[in-house]
């Protein structure tokens, strides 16, 4: 099993930047490809980027493409978000969520195994 920390949310005005960072405890975390998803108050859980175990693929939701960024590093077991260009409708929780041993890139919350608490982020002047 692993387990999911997430933090680096907060209030920031919109066109500025924020990273998340998810921390992992537990099983080797490079068997593990992550995502990054994020749910609004009344509506689904969205995705927002994928990347494989390595690092060396990644997957966005069309409306981060070119904005957000996801990263990993395998030795500090830590996955990252970097948001740029943020815009009020990208106000949500933002969860991170792994899956054992996947070669594929899902995009589907019920894909994931395992989730973090998540963390807020609100964007607004």
């Known amino acids: 099993q692993v387990q999911l920390v997430e933090s680096g949310g907060g209030l920031v005005q919109p066109g500025g930047s924020l990273r998340l960072s998810c921390g992992a405890s537990?099983?080797?975390?490079?068997?593990?490809?992550m995502g990054w998803f994020r749910q609004a108050p009344g509506r689904e859980r969205e995705f927002i980027a994928a990347?494989?175990?390595?690092?060396?693929?990644?997957y966005y939701a069309d409306s981060v493409k070119g904005r957000f960024t996801i990263s990993r590093d395998n030795t500090k077991n830590l996955v990252y978000l970097q948001m740029n260009s943020l815009k009020p409708e990208d106000t949500a929780v933002y969860y991170c969520?792994?899956?054992?041993?996947?070669?594929?890139?899902?995009?589907?919350?019920?894909?994931?195994?395992?989730w973090g608490q998540g963390t807020q982020v609100t964007v607004s002047s």
């Open positions: 969520a792994a899956k054992f041993g996947a070669t594929l890139l899902f995009s589907t919350p019920s894909a994931y195994g395992y």
């Open positions: 537990g099983r080797a975390f490079d068997t593990y490809a």
């Open positions: 990347l494989s175990r390595s690092g060396g693929s990644t």
